[in-house]
């Protein structure tokens, strides 16, 4: 029963996180959210019994593809700073 409840709300995690990625203008928020839905992916993984596959997701996906998007986004100008 409490494992229907953790993957109900994860999976409730995956789609608002989700929404929130696609709804963000803000770039970098967009981001972070990617790596909180990474993050409930992996965590996704682990609770479907695929650990090696969790592994995998946690450290590239919401770690080091999260590093390289703020990295990105670090070097480029904000719209607000180009119009002044």
Do not use: C, K, N, W
Request: proline share 1%.
């Amino acid at each position: 029963m409490i494992e229907l409840v953790v993957q109900g709300a994860v999976l409730t995690g995956l789609v608002i996180a989700a929404v929130l990625i696609i709804h963000f203008r803000d770039l970098l928020s967009a981001a972070v959210a990617f790596g909180i839905f990474s993050f409930l992916l992996s965590l996704e993984f682990y609770i479907l019994q695929a650990p090696d596959v969790a592994i995998a997701e946690a450290g590239i996906g919401a770690g080091l593809t999260t590093a390289i998007f703020v990295m990105a986004i670090r070097g480029t100008q904000r719209m607000e700073e180009v119009e002044e």
